[in-house]
């Protein structure tokens, strides 16, 4: 009786314990599952969440990229637009450089040309001033011995002109032909005014400016004389002796 007891007693602790197992097992199940449906609903919600902030960051992304691809845009063509402004003003300026050549091209040649032609007109000038010059020599010496020795041979003649050279060489005396003859008191026809008759209407001989240009030229038949007379003493030569 007393065994029989025991193992009543024995089966209802198994069996309340059992039964509180499957309780707890039970409650335990349950709430894993209510657990399981929250982490699923929280789960849930984020991703919706998330596809929601992800269209929205997309689009945002798409304009932002479509803003930032037009900024590009208008900095690429304002850079486009400023090299070929920069090209344009860089042509204007060569083509000006060339033209600023040119002009100064023309502008040297210009000046050279007419320093040539002024320096060629210069030198013509001198040259018909020379030669004006000799001329008047000429003409002076050959009235001079036109008026000295006009009747006289032609190398007494050519005498006359050595002497009129001779003191122009001399220290004693003036270095040029026109203070030479009109040197006070030396040849009577300056003084008495008959060799500037001669002189202004070319009135000398063909053989007394032969006479001059050959004197002229080194001809000199009395050596270094420096007087010539009609009387006195000296080299002879027709009616003058040189002395």
Known sequence: ????????????????????????????????QEQSAVESEASTEPSDQEETLDDTQSAGNVGTDWCVSKEVIDVQSGM?????IAAVEAKIAYEAKLE???RAAEEAERIAREKAEAEAEAAAAAQAEAAAAQQAE????ASLIFCEAGNQPYEGQVAVGAVVMNRI??????????EVIYQSGQFSPA????????RA???????????AEDALAGSNPIGDCLY???????????????H
């Open 169 to 178: 060489k001399s220290s004693s005396y003036p270095d040029t032909m026109e």
């Open 201 to 211: 209407n070319q009135g000398y001989t063909e053989a007394a400016m032969q006479a």
């Open 138 to 141: 000429k003409e002076l010496l």
């Open 228 to 242: 010539f007379s009609v009387g006195g003493y000296g080299t002879r030569i027709g009616d003058h002796l040189f």
């Open 1 to 32: 009786m007393k065994f029989n007891k025991n193992k009543r007693m024995f089966l209802a602790m198994y069996t309340a314990m059992m039964s509180a197992v499957m309780l707890t097992g039970f409650a335990s199940s349950t709430e894993a």
């Open 191 to 198: 003084m008495s005014g008959w060799l500037d008759r001669v």
């Open 100 to 102: 600023e050549e040119r």
């Open 80 to 84: 486009i637009e400023n090299v070929k």
